[in-house]
């Protein structure tokens, strides 16, 4: 893996704890290291001016940047931004974005359809949110109580520290520092540990408590006992592939939406369960990954994809 593969890979939340213990251990990667965790320290102190609009504040930003290669942050602590530039310039953005915005207050961070953004929390904690996902705290009160709403669906990898508490509409998840990822739409909450320990608890206070490499789905009861999920094919949506194992159609289909921004009507309403793969790269051949296995006829008018 090459230096600007890592850097992107870590802007991504892609390290695992073996790989980044590997380059902590390599010294052609310690100083990339402390400068990216010197970045998660130092940028929760980045305040958008007042009275100027986020497209403003992102041109001041990046002025700045070309002034001064390594702007001094208040505590005297220094961080060079523009050698990563180049590097995975949208997930980059995406994190300074981020970061930039950190203020005082409710922070609200939304993605739309075909789109997804990596988030820094005030303690240098990540969030990777899916398409079609909001995700709100307070940041004002941070130290004190690090809890968030989720609409939709997101990867967390926590650092640890008191209790970090995500809040869903089927209940909520609790954890001290750990990387798993939550489910959180209108039909149920779904989540996947896959580091530290979990406590999943409905919104009754019903609670299972999952272990690495288990999962469970609340839908205002009770949540399910913990069940073992395949890794490598879970939380894969960060690299644009998404499995199915026996999943309502519906739900494909929904996913279809989000990750192509496309409308898709079904002429026909039988139910149905499927289990395949598709990506995000190209909307023909996710069609036909999803809708011919099923004996399904499409045709694509615009963005609009009609199923018979």
């Not at 929760?44 to 986020?54: C, F, I």
């Not at 005082?104 to 359809?113: C, D, F, H, K, L």
Request: proline share 6%; aromatic share 10%; hydrophobic share 35%.
């Amino acid at each position: 893996m090459n230096k600007d593969k890592f850097i992107q890979d870590w802007l991504e939340g892609n390290i695992t704890p073996e790989e980044m213990t590997a380059r902590r251990q390599d010294p052609a990667y310690q100083s990339v290291i402390e400068e990216l965790e010197g970045v998660m320290d130092v940028t929760s102190d980045l305040k958008v001016p007042e009275r100027r609009s986020k497209a403003q504040a992102w041109d001041e930003l990046l002025t700045k940047m070309e002034e001064d290669e390594t702007p001094t942050q208040p505590q005297g602590k220094v961080v060079s931004f523009k050698r990563y530039l180049p590097v995975s310039i949208a997930a980059a953005v995406a994190l300074l974005l981020a970061v930039y915005f950190l203020l005082p207050g409710n922070i609200q961070v939304q993605t739309g359809r075909g789109e997804q953004l990596t988030h820094l929390l005030p303690d240098g904690s990540t969030a990777v949110l899916n398409a079609e996902t909001i995700l709100s705290y307070q940041a004002s009160n941070w130290e004190n109580a690090r809890t968030l709403k989720l609409e939709g669906e997101a990867f967390f990898d926590v650092k640890p520290g008191n209790t970090f508490v995500i809040t869903g509409s089927h209940g909520s998840v609790e954890v001290l520092g750990t990387s798993f990822n939550t489910y959180s739409r209108p039909d149920r909450l779904e989540v996947s540990c896959f580091e530290g320990s979990i406590k999943v608890k409905s919104l009754k206070d019903e609670a299972v408590t999952l272990d690495p490499g288990e999962f469970t789905v609340a839908k205002g009861s009770a949540p399910d006992p913990p069940r073992p999920f395949e890794q490598n094919k879970t939380a894969t949506w960060r690299k644009g592939e998404f499995y199915f194992d026996q999943v309502p159609f519906e739900d494909v289909i929904e996913e279809l939406q989000r990750q192509f921004d496309v409308t898709v009507s079904m002429e026909i309403e039988t139910p149905r369960r499927y289990t395949g793969y598709f990506n995000n790269e190209d909307l023909d051949e996710a069609l036909k990954l999803v809708f011919l296995p099923m004996s399904l006829e499409y045709e694509k008018q615009g963005d609009l994809v009609i199923v018979k």
